[in-house]
């Protein structure tokens, strides 16, 4: 099935051989002017590519002025995407080196125009491939699993605040409203060579599990609480729409996007 990765709205969903059905949608959110997130969601139409690639999807939250980081998310969100399925290397390796060549990328334009200096964007990747989960990622956009009713955190936040969270030295509300809660320590296009966290072994996907991909502005906003129930609740594109929608309501002071997998008919 042909995909377009509009950021206007929501795909409808998407079911594919590998029982996979998604959806995406980014917004400015409740407050800010412009809108710097980015979203990709691709299905292969080729039955080889899929079954070696998979599905693949990336929330990207850029940073930088003059448009820098609307600019650096979005080659982000398009760069990692393309550079993956043209890799002949396996998932992982092929997640890994599509982080690195678009980090090059983003840097050599932001220092090709003294206008994007500094550009640069978080980005978190998932491939999911015949049951197994891949992940590259660097910032604060997260990925989570959602199994049996329970969240669970798949990435590190690489952010100031969380880093002071894990020392003890503050707590995870502190961290929401902690003058330093914007300041990233990773990020794709800031520096020539990147340091992303990459997962050390594919991870064993479920019937009935779901991947929910997003960036700072959604989850600062929606309890983990919440977002288990509103995608227990809805299909996905109804699921993207109704969490987009309730960050929105509850005035959302940064840009909100959401990507999500439900698998379905893995055998274990």
Wanted: glycine residues 8%.
């Amino acid at each position: 099935m042909a995909l377009t990765n509009s950021q206007s709205r929501p795909t409808g969903e998407i079911v594919i051989p590998l029982t996979v059905k998604g959806a995406f949608l980014t917004d400015r959110g409740g407050m800010r002017q412009q809108n710097e997130d980015s979203v990709a969601f691709h299905v292969p139409d080729d039955a080889a590519v899929l079954r070696d690639k998979g599905v693949f999807g990336l929330v990207a939250d850029g940073m930088g002025g003059h448009e820098g980081g609307e600019i650096a998310s979005a080659l982000a969100a398009r760069l990692v995407k393309e550079i993956y399925y043209r890799s002949g290397a396996e998932p992982q390796a092929a997640l890994e080196s599509a982080f690195a060549a678009a980090n090059r990328e983003i840097f050599a334009k932001s220092q090709a125009n003294r206008n994007l200096l500094g550009m640069g964007t978080t980005c978190t990747a998932v491939s999911v491939v015949n049951g197994y989960a891949y992940c590259v990622h660097a910032g604060d956009s997260r990925a989570y699993l959602i199994r049996g009713g329970q969240p669970y955190c798949l990435t590190e936040d690489h952010s100031s605040t969380m880093t002071m969270v894990r020392q003890g030295l503050i707590t995870l509300a502190e961290a929401r409203v902690h003058e330093e809660r914007n300041v990233i320590l990773r990020a794709m296009g800031t520096r020539s060579d990147v340091e992303p966290q990459a997962w050390p072994a594919p991870y064993p996907l479920r019937h009935g599990d779901k991947l929910v991909l997003c960036s700072d502005g959604l989850y600062e906003t929606i309890e983990e609480s919440e977002i288990v129930s509103i995608t227990a609740e809805a299909p996905p594109e109804a699921a993207c729409r109704k969490l987009i929608d309730l960050a929105i309501e509850r005035r959302s002071t940064d840009n909100v996007s959401a990507v999500l997998f439900y698998l379905s008919g893995i055998v274990e």
